[in-house]
């Protein structure tokens, strides 16, 4: 059966690494919006909100930005 949410209801697995990584780097919301913006990708700051807080799904080019920008694998942003 599909399935479309995680066990806590979250619907992305990224979105606490992504705060984790966010905040070692010392980055706002809004500048990591900003940084990724000036790497060709359209997501503002009430996207980057939303996916850490799990209410939005992630895209496979949203993942690969994050996952190019903090420097680290794809499985690394997606193993809780």
Known sequence: MFKNKNEDNTLNLCGKTVAILRKKCNLSQRALS??????????????????????????????????KFFNVTTDKLIDN
């Open 34 to 67: 900003e940084q990724l913006q000036l790497k060709g990708i359209d997501i503002n700051k009430n996207a980057i909100q939303q996916i850490e807080c799990g209410k939005r799904f992630v895209t496979d080019i949203e993942l690969k930005a994050f996952s």
